[in-house]
Structure formats: C-alpha cells, structure tokens
C-alpha cells in the first residue's frame, strides 16, 4: 500500500481486539446465531481504526458487527488476512498490496477505497518551503512504494528532478538534479515522526503523523502536501480474492463509503485524511 524486509520493525507490537457492540447488551453480542454477522478487520491505529470504528455504526445497523484488530506494522495486517485470522484489513493502499502479495504470492485484493493519506513534507524548525536551506537533511519513508511518492513530491515541489524513465519504484538513485545539495535519508516509516526533530524536514505518511501528533504532541508545519486530485493511494479494504463480493464484506464496504463515515473523516483530520469515494 513491496519488499517491505527493509522497511518494517519487527511484526507485531500491539494486537488488541476489541469488540465493537454499539448500541447492543452484552448478551445480545452471540454472533451468527443472534443473525449478526461478525466481520474479524485488522487496521493501524491511526487514522483507520477511528474510521473504521466510526463505520463499525453504521454496519451494525445492517447486521454486521465489526470486531477490531490493532497492529502498528505494515507486514503482519496482510500475513493475518492470508492466514484466515482475519476477514479483511484496512491500512494499506494498492500499490503496496499489490507489491507486498506479489512478493509474497499473496492472493489478497481490494474490496473498495475509503480515504487517502495526502504524504506531506513536515518541518518542526521551518515554516514555509522558501525556508529549507542547501544541505538540508531530509528523511523519506524506506519502503518501496511510498519512497517513491515521497520522492514525487519533493520533484513536484522544484526540490529534485528524477530520471524520465522513474516510475512507481523510483529510488533516490533516481535522482538526477538536486539544487539544494539536500541530504536525503531512508528510514523506517514509523520511526520518521520520532526522529523529526532532528532533522530539518521529513516527507512522513499521514497515519504516523497524526499518531505521533496524537501521542507525542508533535507540533510540526507543512511544507507540502501531495494532491489529492487522481491520487492512486487511496487507503482501502482488502480481502482474501474471492471474498469481495461476501454479503457482509459489501455492508461494510457501503459503511465505510458512507455519508456518515465522509462527514466523521472530513470533520476530524483537517485535510490530513480525505474521503477517497
């Protein structure tokens, strides 16, 4: 949403499920034989558990309810969902599913897209572009598929210029024209939020902000944001193939794809997170 080997910190950190009941008594919670459907989804926790949890509502109310499953890496959401110790998952956008199950020979595939993520270049000591001086240190995510947007954006912004044949796996051996002599490094997403005080500018996926934004208090400025116009990164549901036309894998799907899931996402995250449907 790749070869994630480089990119990721060890597996799991956190599986917490929670049994999300809404509006129910706890022992009306039994399942198939209540005639509720049970949906097992596996998110990171920032921004897709708020929204799924949001859209868990909204499924309920058409018999699916929707049990939540927390992970803080990218690799063990799709080693479940192939397993069948999940139902489906949502933290990921396609390029990356399509790279991490290639590698993988992974049969997993989209159900439908939510949101997107606009990658944005963050700065706790800069607060306008203009401001970036020559050297600048500036950090990239490692994996593959967002390496590449981090460095599209940073091309989009008159920063890089990329060989012409750089396409959705451009690395910074790409990189071709560099006018501001910037120091350019790769690290693991996750750790880019707690590292961005020392550096003079991070390119950092929008769940990792807004968790670190959330958790640690992070007080950054933007200093560019990719366009949400014809993004192909939108954040989606992903099923195990085969699974995408499961009854109550569409319920949730229509959920997350509600009018009440776009107000929840478009009231809360100030442009961070925008509605993909």
Partial sequence: MKSPSRS??????????????????????????????????????????????????????????????EFTDYVQPNIALSDKQLDANYFQHVPYLERFAGDRKLALTSAGPVHLEPLALYSTKYRQLAELPEGAQVTLPADPSNLARALRLL????????????????????????????????????????????????????????????HLKLDAKVLAREAARENPYANVLAVRQGDEQRPEVRTLVKALQSDEVRRYIES????AVVPAF
Avoid: M
Avoid at 199 to 206: D, E, L, M, Q, T
Avoid at 268 to 271: E, I, K, N, R, S
């Fill in 8 to 69: 990721l910190l060890t597996p799991l950190l956190l599986s917490v499920t929670l049994l999300l009941t809404a509006c129910q008594k706890p022992e009306a919670s039994s399942g198939e034989s209540s005639g509720v459907r049970t949906l097992k989804v596996g998110v990171n926790p920032v921004p897709h558990g708020e929204i799924l949890r949001a859209a868990a509502a909204v499924a309920l109310r058409e018999g699916v309810r929707v049990d939540v499953v």
């Fill in 155 to 214: 091309e989009a912004q008159g920063l890089l210029r990329l060989r012409e044949d750089a396409g959705a796996t451009a690395t910074v051996r790409d990189v071709v024209g560099n006018p501001r002599k910037l120091d350019l490094r790769e690290i693991d997403a996750e750790q880019q939020p707690r590292t961005l005080e020392d550096v003079a500018a991070a390119v950092i996926n929008g769940n990792y902000f807004l968790e670190a934004q959330k």
């Fill in 268 to 271: 809360t995250y100030g442009g």
